[in-house]
């Protein structure tokens, strides 16, 4: 079968022997013979597009100074755009037309009809015009970007054979290394964009890098596989890892400053079938000077915590999944209760945040070090109160236990799903049953619901589908602050910025010790803490809609098990 670009040599745009070379060094670094065509120059992307709009039957536009209407921007989010590198150009209502630089991918023009539930109408446009367009319609900023970075990695013809070697070698003392940029970009973009975790992730053919922005993973540019040793490299060096290890997971810690503030990142490095994959959990001290009040209480919960976190012994539980903002709430209770005249002592797994006048102690599984063995060590330091990072077995728990019986204040984690779920995970671990009612005060169990956008919020009235499912009255409809978000520049065109905690907190009385000492089922207890007050946590999220704090989608999403 002939060639598509032997086009080029008919016309007499190049010489056959252009195209042989081009094949060649396609050949040899495994891209495309058009992408080796525009490498060596002797055509350019614009030619080349054009070329192949005619060949394939498809429109070609320009991008360059093309202002496209905010009302079509907003049908693609953001992230969609950059993972696909598509942007739409406008629409009728029926279809969109899409610019792709390669509209024979079935695959992305499938995904687009679906989400979109219209026609789609593929032209074609450039890569990096696509690209160009994108940050200019998302609200990139100006400054250089991780995209924008890893495109002139993809485009250059460096060779990185020995870069991991050298990255090792240079340490921090040449921060203008190519490599050393790109980690960097990485780290201070996801701080400017509020992100809290990086992830790094090699695949058979490329580098998937994404960021958790409120809750959600949203994808950027994939750099070339071939960078893949020396980011890991210079990420392994930041946080004071061996580089020569590649067999074994790791974990790390970076010191960083983006603006004027001090970010610690914990670094986690494990082997996968493709390379070693990054996960950096981006650990902002200001994120645990979050004041009680602050965090989310509805007035009578916030009354019911300040009366226990000041108790003079017993256990206070948080439950909820990883990322459920857990840390946040225990760490404000204990900043709360940071005074001159208490000694307050952590077990921790690992210690996240460093908080001044706290003794914070650190699991170290290596050396047997484990939180049964702190809590015994630790209450002979006499302390007033005590964190222990999460119960995760029976001796652990007994011990907290103990604790609490011996006049001091424990907190703790769990990983449940509600709040009454804790006393039935606790028996189900192997605590006894009268050791759980006698020491237990409370437990809260929480999630996080995304917050409207305060720039693009618009009011709007509930569906008939939404009044149904969360029974919501006509008052209710009427009185409340309904809310949902546009999409804009501010919020990456979600409707969403930042998260808001809620939460279910279920106090113990006599009645439901009873029922914990009876070993009585879950659902039992929770129907009884219900009779006595507990607000649910869907109740609480519906609460926060109602106000105008989030939307009902969000309530949904948790009320279907979503966080």
Known sequence: MRDWLERFVDDGTIGESQLEESRSMAANLGIPCEDALIRLGYISSGDLMRAQAEEFGYDYIELEGRQIPN??????????????????????????????????????????????????????????????????????????????????????????????????????????????????????????????????????????????????????????????????????????????????????????????????????????????????????RDNIKVGIRNLGFGEDNYRTFQNIIRRPNGIFLVTGPTGSGKTTTLYSALGELNRPDRKIITAEDPVEYYLPGINQVEVRHNIGLDFAKIIKAMLRQAPNAILVGEIRDTETGEMAIQASLTGHLVFSTLHTND????????????????????????????????????????????????????????????????????????CKHTGYKGRRAVFELMTMNSTLREMAFNSEPAQNIRRQARLLGMRTLVEDAKDKAYQGLTTLAEVYKLSKGGH
């Open 71 to 284: 009302s079509v921007i907003e049908l693609v989010t953001e992230s969609m755009a950059r993972e696909n590198v598509v942007i739409p150009i406008e629409s009728d209502g029926e279809s969109v037309v899409i610019a792709m630089h390669n509209p024979n991918n079935i695959e992305i023009i499938d995904k687009l009809r679906f989400v979109l539930n219209r026609e789609i109408r593929p032209v074609m446009a450039p890569l990096e015009s696509i690209q160009a367009a994108i940050n200019r319609h998302y609200g990139q900023s100006e400054t250089e970007s991780v995209d924008s970075m890893i495109s002139e990695f993809t485009e250059t013809q460096i060779d990185f054979t020995d870069v991991e070697a050298a990255s090792a070698m240079q340490g921090d003392e040449d921060d203008s290394a190519p490599i050393i940029r790109l980690a960097n970009l990485i780290i201070s973009e996801a701080v400017k964009e509020r992100a809290s975790d990086i992830h790094v992730e090699p695949f058979e053919d490329r580098v998937r890098i994404r960021y958790r922005i409120d809750g959600a993973l949203i994808e950027r540019d994939s750099p070339p596989k071939r960078l893949l040793g020396a980011l890991v490299s210079r990420f392994k060096i930041m946080a004071k890892m061996d580089i020569s290890e590649k067999r074994r997971p790791q974990d790390g810690r970076i010191k960083t400053r983006s603006g004027n503030k001090e970010f610690d990142l914990r670094v986690s490095i494990l082997p996968t079938n493709h390379g070693q994959a990054v996960v950096m959990r981006i650990l902002d």
């Open 419 to 490: 709040a009454p779920g804790a006393i039935t995970r606790l028996i189900d671990m192997g605590v006894q049953p009268f050791l759980v009612a006698c020491s237990l005060m409370a437990v809260l169990a929480q999630r996080l619901v995304r917050v409207v956008c305060p720039k693009c919020k618009e009011p709007y009235t509930p569906s008939p589908e939404e009044v149904d499912i969360f029974n919501i009255t006509p008052d209710e409809v009427s009185e409340g602050q309904w809310v949902r978000g546009k999409g804009c520049n501010n």
